[in-house]
């Protein structure tokens, strides 16, 4: 059965700081990798995905990911209280479904 | 960026009744959507799986009868809730997915809040 696992929270970080989130997934076929913000009472929305080893940056957050080891990460640089939120991680093979991580809350204190 | 419309976002009803969420993608054809239900603090749950044209497969556990999937084209799958109770008071997600080139994307509508009386 195909797993994805995410640390437990919840995360608390300091405003400014940065914030770590990290994931692991059981298949080792997988080929995309996704996080998602969820508020709570709201959707997820999706924040960025990832394909290829190493590092990709879209503003302050930063995805890693790393196939060798099945780990993918998020980072979020400076840190705001409205960061605060739940964050999913999903995996996925094309074609096949997505497979979503429990996720991990994330608290922002100022 | 890929945009998915829920409709209603709020819906109250009486035990028995049947309800009726439309999940729409907006600007792209979605291969496949997905029903989810989401309870307070608690992790996403998949529901079913459902393509245009085909018969929903639903997940372990979750009642066919019961939730009435029907994907009528590429942008519009509709979910029904039948002879509703209070246990199915949830949060219910649709999310379509867009094929690209050398990967899927999920986007998520904005959820339907259901409370059953």
């Known amino acids: 059965q195909k797993e994805v696992e995410q640390n437990s929270g919840p995360l608390s970080v300091p405003e400014g700081a940065i914030a770590s989130l990290n994931c692991t997934y059981s298949?080792?076929?997988?080929?995309?990798f996704f996080w998602y913000r969820q508020y709570s009472g709201k959707s997820p929305e999706l924040i960025m995905f990832?394909?290829?080893?190493g590092d990709k940056e879209d503003g302050r957050f930063t995805a890693q990911l790393n196939k060798a080891s099945q780990y993918v990460s998020l980072l979020i640089r400076d840190s705001q209280p409205s960061d605060s939120a739940t964050y999913l991680c999903?995996?996925?093979?094309?074609?096949?479904?997505?497979?979503f991580g429990p996720g991990t809350r994330l608290s922002v204190l100022p | 960026g890929a945009v998915v419309s829920q409709h209603p976002s709020r819906v109250i009803c009486k035990s028995g009744t049947s309800v009726k969420i439309e999940c729409r993608s907006l600007?792209?054809?979605?291969?496949?959507m997905f029903w989810y239900r989401q309870f307070p603090k608690q992790s996403l749950m998949l529901m079913a799986t459902?393509?245009?044209?085909?018969?929903?497969?639903?997940e372990q556990g979750v009642e066919k009868d019961k939730f009435l999937i029907n994907h009528a084209s590429l942008t519009l799958s509709t979910l029904t809730v039948t002879s509703a109770h209070p246990e199915d008071s949830s949060f219910y997600i649709c999310?379509?997915?867009?094929?690209?080139?050398?990967?899927?994307?999920?986007?998520f509508g904005p959820g339907t809040r259901l409370t059953v009386l």
């Open positions: 999310s379509a997915s867009l094929r690209g080139v050398s990967a899927d994307t999920q986007y």
């Open positions: 298949d080792r076929g997988s080929q995309s």
């Open positions: 990832i394909y290829s080893n």
């Open positions: 999903a995996v996925n093979n094309y074609g096949q479904n997505f497979v």
């Open positions: 600007d792209f054809q979605a291969t496949t």
């Open positions: 459902s393509n245009e044209g085909s018969k929903a497969t639903y």
